[in-house]
């Protein structure tokens, strides 16, 4: 096995930092009451609380925290340390000397705040694992792996906050270089499971300058009269006088913290074009997933604003769907002209936290190339699907199934079922046949058993070209009669 030649540093996205208060209580981990108490007593994460927050590490593994689906990062741990050799490991802790033997370092931090409160911190790590150091070693030492609203952060270290010259190149997963409309659903609509809006959730992921950040920094907003689409912070334009309709939804706060927002993503587009062409500017890769079904646009209308999953027409590559979370084409850095630098995979948004991708790129850069395909699509066909991340127990879950790449004949079938993840849990439920819905397209609806967090399993047989396929992602079954849930 090969030996990292460069720093690396994960960077993990929203909700993939455990964090506790400064006494060492709990507040965001893995633990199992910590979820429920988020529904509960949100108020345990809010900023008028707990203005600061201490990251202690990564969340450990994709599980259910309340109403959420989290992503983890053992798995990702795991394929680096299996891949090289001597893996040093340091978990970056606020006012905790660095260990310089390590090549392999995890940042957690309170993601609550702008990204910019945790590129400050990024960039006083990693100057201090650097110190010492001839300014000729310091230089293109560090490799970022950063998944989601990580990669945010790492770009506003490497751009405004002039960090660039250290960093021979940033792996992005799944980031949300153009925003997600997901964000606008939540912060307009309230976070929902099912049927159920969590009011008091919602308040508080309103406070967090983070959440803003998450918007659509593009055209995302259809309106009624055919007019040219708006970015989220556009929508005072639309609200009245009369206290109905669209400013019911999104009030003068909404606007104010969302055009704060849309500023920051401009003083990452500002800095990295300035650094294009430049001898400081790292390599930039970016690997997002592909075909499946994810919220494109909002269509704002006198009920309201409504987030779906259709594609815009007034944006390019409709037919690129999403990693089920953030756009395929959002997950691209706006400045990124060259198709090399960008990498398809099959993978939905939380299967990114833990990509072998990572591993495959850390390899070239250790020396051994693989001359892996780079592109705007996967080399092999893969199947989309179409599910939300959490749902409610005794609900029946449609998920939707797409075969791409290639198509499917007289011979496809594709079946599904649920394997538990939790100790509640046990076993799988047996394989149920899908429904063709389409051409390439099939369909089925689910009973999970009970409450707890699930893989989706999907097999096609009989696909052309490669016979067999398999996909798969984690559903989160939170109990119906969850406190704090409103209708």
């Not at 912060?187 to 300058?209: D, F, I, Y």
């Not at 199947?383 to 791409?404: I, Q, Y």
Request: proline content about 8%; aromatic content about 6%.
């Amino acid at each position: 096995m090969a030996s990292l030649k460069h720093l690396v540093v994960v960077v993990p996205g929203i909700g993939g930092s455990v964090l506790q208060t400064a006494e060492g209580a709990a507040r965001w981990d893995e633990h199992r009451r910590r979820f429920a108490a988020a529904v509960t007593r949100p108020h345990r994460l809010g900023l008028d609380t707990h203005p600061d927050l201490v990251p202690v590490g990564l969340m450990p593994d994709i599980t259910l925290v309340g109403p959420f689906v989290v992503p983890g990062y053992d798995g990702l741990v795991r394929k680096i340390r299996n891949r090289f050799d001597d893996v040093q490991v340091d978990v970056s802790l606020p006012g905790r000397e660095p260990d310089h033997r390590a090549d392999l370092v995890l940042f957690p931090y309170d993601f609550r705040h702008s990204i910019r409160h945790a590129a400050e911190r990024l960039a006083a790590d990693v100057a201090a694992r650097l110190n010492g150091e001839h300014s000729g070693a310091r230089r293109r030492r560090v490799i970022v792996v950063a998944h989601s609203m990580g990669g945010l952060v790492a770009r506003y270290w490497l751009g405004p906050l002039g960090g660039a010259a250290h960093c021979a190149a940033l792996i992005t997963l799944g980031t949300p270089h153009r925003g997600a409309p997901k964000a606008l659903d939540v912060l307009a609509n309230g976070l929902k499971v099912g049927p159920k809006r969590l009011a008091g959730l919602t308040e508080v992921l309103r406070q967090w300058p983070s959440a803003y950040e998450l918007l659509p920094r593009y055209q995302t907003v259809a309106r009624p009269d055919g007019v040219e689409p708006l970015r989220p912070y556009e929508l005072e334009e639309c609200t009245g006088a009369d206290g109905t309709g669209p400013d019911a939804l999104v009030d003068a706060s909404f606007v104010s913290r969302a055009k704060t927002a849309f500023g920051v993503h401009q003083d990452i587009e500002a800095a990295w074009t300035e650094l294009l062409g430049s001898p400081d500017c790292p390599e930039v890769t970016a690997a997002f997933g592909r075909g499946h079904a994810t919220l494109q646009q909002a269509l704002l209308s006198p009920a309201g604003l409504s987030v779906t999953k259709g594609a815009p027409s007034w944006l390019p590559n409709p037919d690129w769907l999403g990693d089920g979370t953030v756009p395929a084409i959002s997950a691209i850095p706006i400045e990124q002209r060259d198709m090399r630098a960008r990498r398809a995979v099959p993978e939905r948004h939380m299967a990114l936290a833990s990509s072998s991708v990572v591993v495959d790129m850390l390899t070239e850069y250790a020396g051994a190339s693989l001359e892996s395909v780079r592109g705007d699509k996967p080399d092999r066909p893969w199947l989309g699907l179409d599910l939300d991340d959490t749902a409610l127990s005794g609900d029946p879950v449609a998920v939707g199934v797409t075969l791409h790449g290639v198509q499917a004949d007289e011979r496809t079938h594709v079946r599904i079922r649920l394997r538990a993840r939790d100790s509640r849990q046990k076993g799988a439920t047996p394989w149920l046949p899908c429904t063709r819905s389409g051409d390439d397209r099939w369909r089925a609806d689910l009973l999970p058993p009970g409450a707890g967090t699930y893989t989706v399993e999907v097999a096609a047989t009989g696909v052309p070209v490669v016979d067999r396929l398999q996909a798969g992602d984690v559903l989160g079954v939170v109990d119906a009669g969850y406190e704090g849930a409103g209708s």
